[in-house]
């Protein structure tokens, strides 16, 4: 979700914040940032979107976004949006989507998961695939796809290129969220500025990130919010005896850990809380046979 902005995006010149109050998830965000204390500036937090005022804004919404909810008592879950045709499941487990040689502008995205709570999301699995510079998806291998899981902190950064465009498309990064254990929320980032999102059918202003230029590459920011309770998720427990275990939907594995399933070994090579559809065959970038 789009985070709020600073005063001079308001039309009424107001401070975000100030009717509201600070926001529990603002002082979250702001002391995960800084490892001390909150930053609050002009009666506001600092946001994902707002964490390098230095960098030259690249583009700007072209008229206020409705500000974030404040988490005091739950915060509006991210929204959902086309899946789209281009979606292949056991993407690599990754961060970094640009090959070598790719062509394109270099594009970070960065930000956190949230549950309704304020409180960060661990171990999400959020899945990213988009078009290359041409605005073609790679259907025949796993260029411009990948997954990763969000730190303790519930934050996650994806490095790749800006997406091209296509026919009847704005500039758009798909992506699915999943927090342990949860549903999966299917939905879209977008980029502020484009000609075309006012006529893209699927555009969401909601979905819409913060975009700044740094040096020759750009920097994007969003927060999901999923609809659960943040870091409810029991911590993994040790390896039962023998370092081996029958594998069970429900468990907390970490990294090493040791199942059997079928009468074959896997060894967990990232920890996660399973579930049924995530048995060790099906998922390989969670298991890896011995």
């Known amino acids: 979700m789009p ?40 009666g506001g ?45 056991n993407s690599p487990l990754r961060t970094n989507l640009v090959g070598s040689g790719m062509p394109g502008t270099p594009l970070t995205v960065s930000g956190y998961v949230f549950g309704r709570d304020c ?14 510079d041409n605005g073609a998806y790679d259907m025949t291998g796993f260029t411009l796809r990948g ?10 950064t994806l490095t790749t290129i800006m997406p091209g465009l296509y026919p009847g498309r704005t500039r758009h990064i798909h992506v699915k969220v999943q927090a342990p254990g949860q549903p999966i929320l299917t939905t879209q ?10 006529t893209d059918a699927y555009y969401d202003v909601r979905l819409q990130m913060t975009v700044q230029q740094v040096g020759s590459g750009e920097q994007a920011t969003f927060d999901f919010v999923l609809d659960v309770d943040g870091n409810t998720t029991p911590p993994p427990t040790d390896p039962p005896p023998g370092g081996s275990g029958t594998w ?14 079928d009468s074959v070994t896997y060894r967990c090579v990232q920890a996660h809380t399973s579930m049924t559809g995530w048995e060790p065959p099906n998922v390989p970038a969670l298991w890896q046979r011995v």
Do not use: M
């Not at 583009?59 to 008592?73: F, K, M, N, Q, V």
């Not at 409180?119 to 290359?132: I, K, T």
């Open 3 to 42: 985070t709020p902005h600073d005063e001079t995006d308001r039309p009424d010149g107001s401070v975000p914040g100030e009717s509201r109050g600070i926001s529990r998830k603002g002082l979250i965000k702001a002391a995960l940032l800084t490892g001390a204390v909150p930053l609050v500036t002009g």
């Open 45 to 89: 937090v600092a946001w994902a979107r707002d964490r390098d005022h230095s960098a030259t804004p690249a583009r700007r919404p072209a008229g206020p976004l409705a500000p974030t909810p404040a988490c005091h008592d739950g915060d509006e879950p991210t929204v959902p949006n086309i899946e789209g045709p281009y979606f292949k499941p």
């Open 119 to 132: 409180a960060p999301v661990s171990g999400a699995l959020l899945d990213f695939w988009q078009a290359d």
């Open 147 to 156: 997954h990763q899981f969000s730190t303790a902190q519930g934050e996650f």
């Open 189 to 198: 980032l977008y980029f502020p500025g484009e000609p075309r999102n006012s």
């Open 248 to 261: 069970a939907a429900g468990t907390a594995y970490r990294a090493g850990d040791q199942v059997t399933y």
